[in-house]
């Protein structure tokens, strides 16, 4: 089942969920991304997906305020009460823009919302942006084991460019960075690719 995901742009109040989700999601790299820092940046782009969750115990405070009305009510009518619900980002992408180039630096879903198309969408989003701020084309690289985000990238005509011999750190060993470069993004074919998608 899809989640009911939400796209927008990041606001200074989630640098502290990001940094929270970011150990979550990059679980082979100890990153420590200063997102306070990232989101004020001109040169940075950071897109979010978020769901709404319902707040803890709030089921419980309705209960407990229903039958508080119903004591003193003398009314037989139902008490409404507005439901409310958090924000939770479940997923993001951030980019740095290098002169004509655009870099995705991040892209993640938090493990149970994968497999959603979610992953995909903040991917669009980012080469959209990149095509809209008149960018060339977008690099990026990622863990030879990530077959996940490498067909990802591939499925949008990003081809290997070449590779950094132990790049990342695994367990005891180290891992090789596989690099990618998208086609000309701003060709008509690319465009026409990348906006006949949903969004
Ligand atoms: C890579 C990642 C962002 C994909 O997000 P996602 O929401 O699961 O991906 P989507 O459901 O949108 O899938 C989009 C495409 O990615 C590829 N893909 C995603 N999951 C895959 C899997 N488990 N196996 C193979 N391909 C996969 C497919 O090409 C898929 O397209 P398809 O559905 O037409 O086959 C996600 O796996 C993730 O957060 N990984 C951890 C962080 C990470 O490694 N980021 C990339 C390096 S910076």
């Known amino acids: 089942m899809k989640a009911e995901a939400k796209y927008r742009n990041v606001v200074n109040n989630d640098a502290k969920e990001l940094s929270k989700i970011e150990s979550h999601i990059f679980t082979m790299d100890n990153l420590k991304t200063n997102f306070n820092e ?7 782009k950071i897109f979010v997906c978020t769901i709404e969750k319902r707040k803890k115990n709030q089921r419980k405070f309705n209960t407990f305020i229903k039958n508080i009305y119903n004591l003193f009510s003398n009314t037989k009518n139902e ?3 507005n439901i409310n619900y958090d924000d939770l980002i479940i997923g993001y992408a951030k980019v740095w823009i290098i ?11 938090i493990d149970t919302y994968r497999k959603q198309g979610i992953g995909e969408q903040l991917f669009l989003l980012c080469v959209k942006y990149s095509i809209e701020s008149g960018s060339k084309k977008i690099l990026l ?18 081809k290997i460019t070449s590779i950094r011999k132990n790049y990342y750190p695994y367990k005891n060993f180290r891992e090789d960075a596989i690099c990618f470069e998208s086609p ?3 060709k008509s074919f690319y465009k026409k690719l990348i906006y006949k998608k949903k969004n």
């Open 99 to 109: 002169l004509d180039e655009m870099h995705i630096e991040q892209i993640g879903v």
């Open 38 to 44: 990232e989101i004020k940046k001109e040169s940075k």
């Open 141 to 158: 690289e990622c863990r030879n084991s990530n077959i996940s985000a490498m067909n990802l990238y591939k499925k949008y005509l990003f």
């Open 79 to 81: 008490l409404e009460i």
């Open 184 to 186: 000309e993004i701003q």
